[in-house]
């Protein structure tokens, strides 16, 4: 191997291919197959040659979420401003109007994550675990468009961080829980069964017996706008 792509790879190395090529491992291996080694032979290099552009793996894991961002803020510039209200001006979106946009940040946000399940505890972990200036710009920008929209939307400075974390933590959360499903028994067809539910005490805990079924399939997109609607009503009722 060499710091140059094989035969089978196509033009030079980059940050983008770099990250794109630990996308296509994590997505098909998983989180824990994740490694500069094995980015490396995904890429047909050596394993030096990456460090140019992701000089470590905690750089390497960040990069995997400023991907996804990139490709957040790709599908929200594409449905255009009309939609989403990508550049409003100060308080030009009434309340339906701001219900409309954070649905559909909310939406894509879901497609972006369904496409890369293994990926999506890192949305939240590395949230954790980097302060708000050292994250990706991709990522700010989306924090960025959240606070556009509530301020156009009237609010406040209180009232538009209250919703503005409360959004972003309903989002992570629910993506974490909705997508990355740890099952008992994978090659198991019974939902119940494949979550594990039969070994629980049904003495103890009937309800997660009674709801395996339902336990084992996503909410989807419609609990997630759901959600978001309780918190803007939460908020008109607390403004009211």
């Given at each position: ?11 030079r ?37 990456l ?37 409003p ?66 609010l ?21 829980i ?63």
């Amino acid at each position: 191997m060499s710091d140059e792509p094989s035969a089978s790879g196509r033009g030079r190395l980059s940050r983008e291919r770099v990250l794109r090529a630990a996308l296509l491992v994590a997505d098909g291996e998983g989180l824990p197959a994740l490694s500069m080694r094995r980015v490396a032979e995904e890429l047909g290099v050596e394993t030096m040659a990456l460090y140019r552009y992701t000089p470590s793996k905690d750089d390497l894991l960040d990069g995997l979420v400023e991907t996804l961002f990139l490709d957040l803020e790709e599908r929200l510039s594409a449905a255009g401003p009309a939609a989403l209200a990508d550049s409003p001006g100060p308080r030009s979106l009434d309340r339906a109007a701001l219900r409309q946009s954070l649905h559909g940040i909310a939406r894509e946000m879901y497609r972006v994550a369904v496409a890369h399940p293994n990926v999506v505890s890192l949305c939240a972990a590395r949230t954790l675990t980097t302060p708000l200036t050292r994250r990706p710009h991709a990522v700010l920008r989306t924090h960025e468009r959240l606070l556009v929209l509530l301020h156009a939307a009237g609010l406040d400075d209180r009232a538009a961080l209250r919703l503005y974390r409360a959004f972003i933590s309903w989002i992570l959360g629910y993506l974490v829980i909705d997508l990355r499903e740890v099952v008992d028994d994978p090659d198991e067809p019974d939902p119940a069964f494949r979550l594990g539910l039969h070994r629980l005490p049904a003495r103890d805990f009937p309800m997660l017996r009674a709801l395996g079924q339902e336990l084992a399939e996503r909410g989807g997109e419609e609990q997630l706008t759901a959600g978001v609607d309780a918190l803007l009503d939460g908020l008109a009722a607390a403004d009211g």
